[in-house]
């Protein structure tokens, strides 16, 4: 079976190797790290196609430790114990480094295998992950290990690596090949950030392209029908997925209905309806909330509607329901108040309910509850001053109105009610 190009030009050498200037540029602490011949364990946690494979053979070509690789979501503990089987023998004269990618398949009692074999040395253990090892990876590994991050590659790195597998394609050729302009920076700019997708592009793109009288040329059309949405990294109930909609949330409470509007962009080309709308739901009470309460009732019926719709059409109610939410007054105000009730009642601060708030029915001294409680629409204003907490409680002030217009007018209207002459007292 032919060997996939991208594996083929592999790097060999960190200075080879796209992207990543931030760990193995100059003075980068995993460059230092590796130059120094250190066998530390180490966790690589980043996006697909971002050099994390790579850089785990250049570690292990330079401390002379024999590399075996395992995916974990088809490994098992059986296979890691015939790997340190290995160790002390002439399959492994240095050591052994276990690259395991996608670590965050293994369950915590596989995970919890692994410790014995690093804590004695047997292996030096590299793990990967696309998911954020702090919620992934068990606590005991994560302390024995360093973790990197590894960063999306911009257009401007995968560039010469895009040309580099062209002239390759170019060189081995039966035919004249050549492509028209702007190819290259497409494939760069359209695969994600994903070094390994641009370079496999470049040979998908190859292996289609017709001949015509006697050459071969690679479209720009070609190439962008190749790589269409590739560019978005998104996987679905993960870390992409939470990252845009927390950025899709922190731009409507910003205000910003640009920001709103391109992270809405990213879930319409997913194709994922659900999770911006439950965010924009949210936004309308957690974020506008009282400084604009008809918010939440036109931002449903812009959900509703795009449920409805289906996608394309539901680009519309979604964008409208968003830039309303990003442009709104804001108020938080209604977060603050259930947080602190809801702080009160989780710490046991309950108390019982006043007599006069009780369900009706007669108390043991035969009377009835009613006689105690006093119906506010029976009073001018639709309102009179009685005690509504628990004794516990009474003084406790959980709401506090908003500086917008819409509740500053509300906290003067009671003000100006319960302050009225002639109000009753506790």
Request: contains cysteine.
């Amino acid at each position: 079976m032919d060997r996939p190009l991208a594996d083929e030009i592999r790097p060999q050498s960190l200075d080879e190797v796209v992207g990543q200037r931030h760990l193995i540029g100059p003075g980068g602490m995993l460059r230092r790290l590796i130059e120094s011949g250190t066998s530390a364990n180490m966790i690589f946690y980043g996006p697909s196609g971002t050099g994390k494979t790579t850089i785990a053979n250049i570690i292990a070509a330079r401390t002379h430790k024999t590399l075996h690789k395992l995916n974990a979501t088809t490994a098992s503990l059986s296979d890691v114990k015939d790997i340190i089987a290995d160790v002390g023998t002439l399959m492994a004269p240095g050591g052994v480094l276990l690259y395991l990618d996608e670590i965050q398949y293994f369950n915590k009692k596989q995970q919890q295998s692994l410790l014995e074999f690093m804590e004695n040395g047997s292996i030096t253990l590299i793990a990967s992950t696309t998911e954020n090892p702090y919620f992934y990876v068990y606590g005991a590994l994560l302390s024995r290990s360093t973790v990197f991050e590894f960063k999306s590659v911009s257009p401007e790195e995968t560039l010469p690596a895009v040309n580099r597998a062209l002239d390759i394609l170019r060189e081995r050729s039966e035919l004249p090949l050549s492509w028209e302009n702007g190819v290259p920076e497409h494939i760069a700019t359209s695969c994600g950030g994903d070094v390994r997708k641009s370079i496999n592009a470049c040979e998908l793109l190859y292996a289609a392209a017709e001949a015509k009288h006697g050459a071969l040329c690679l479209t720009l059309a070609d190439a962008a029908q190749l790589a269409q949405k590739s560019a978005m990294r998104y996987d679905k109930g993960g870390d992409a997925m939470y990252d845009c909609a927390s950025a899709l949330m922190k731009s409507l409470r910003g205000s910003d209905p640009d920001a709103a509007l391109h992270y809405l962009a990213r879930f319409l080309e997913a194709g994922d309806l659900i999770t911006p709308c439950r965010r924009l739901l949210c936004s309308a009470s957690e974020d506008v909330g009282l400084a604009y309460p008809q918010a939440i009732a036109i931002v449903k019926a812009c959900v509703d509607t795009a449920m409805q719709l289906g996608l394309p059409e539901a680009q519309l109610p979604l964008a409208e329901a968003a830039i309303l939410l990003a442009t709104a007054p804001k108020s938080n105000s209604v977060v603050e108040g259930i947080g602190a009730a809801w702080s009160d009642v989780k710490a046991g601060h309950t108390g019982d309910v006043p007599r006069q708030l009780q369900n009706v029915h007669a108390d043991t001294t035969g009377m009835d509850n009613r006689q105690h409680y006093k119906y506010p629409h029976s009073y001018p204003n639709h309102w009179v001053r009685q005690q509504y907490l628990p004794d516990a409680l009474k003084n406790a002030a959980y709401y506090r109105f908003g500086d917008n217009k819409t509740e500053q007018a509300a906290a003067q209207y009671w003000e100006k009610i319960k302050h009225a002459d002639g109000s009753e007292t506790e």
